[in-house]
């Protein structure tokens, strides 16, 4: 009698392919895993915080021009801005600093740029039309200026906001002048 190296055939493996079910079983197991991670995730992520009562009233208008011009400067439409030494405003603008209440003069901090904030609150009527005259000679240098310059500079000036609401007076060149003096009309 020998021994027979032979197996039975029910009993027969394979070892590289394993069964189907075996296959299916892995990857239900793996797909379990996951879903289970991702629900376990989805718990553990705070819900928002809703704003609280305060936070949803507008805020309080601004004191004083330079409040209001602090409040443009942080829509991030205009560049690093500088003030005009109130020593300079005369011969710059031709406007005398007496005839106001309030002033604020920023130009560029880029002396290739363009942009321009002017607001001031004259001290009557008779200033602010003092004042409107002359902060428009001051768009009309600025455009003469700007005449075969960089176009883009140039569109900016002609496009500038300059308005006078009783002793309310403003100039504003910039690329975003009609966003600013939205915030101007309603932070006046």
Do not use: W
């Amino acid at each position: 009698m020998g021994i027979s190296t032979r197996r039975p055939a029910n009993t027969r493996m394979n070892t590289k392919n394993p069964p189907l079910a075996a296959k299916v079983r892995l990857v239900l197991r793996a797909a379990l895993f996951f879903l289970s991670l991702v629900v376990l995730l989805s718990a553990c992520t705070p819900l928002p915080i809703p704003p609280s009562p305060e936070a949803q009233i507008s805020p309080q208008k601004p004191e004083n021009l330079d409040g209001l011009f602090r409040l443009m400067v942080g829509t991030g439409l205009l560049p690093e801005m500088v003030p005009i030494p109130e020593s300079l405003v005369p011969g710059a603008y031709g406007i005398d600093l007496a005839l106001a209440r309030d002033a604020v003069f920023m130009v560029a901090q880029d002396p290739l740029r363009a942009d321009e904030v002017v607001l001031i609150t004259a001290l009557d009527e008779s200033s602010a039309s003092q004042i409107q005259v002359r902060l428009n000679t001051r768009l009309a240098q600025k455009e003469t200026s700007a005449t075969g310059q960089d176009p883009a500079q140039y569109a900016m000036i002609l496009n500038a906001y300059l308005t006078r609401d009783g002793v309310h007076l403003a100039l504003i060149i910039s690329p975003g002048a009609d966003q600013l003096a939205r915030i101007y009309e309603e932070n006046r």
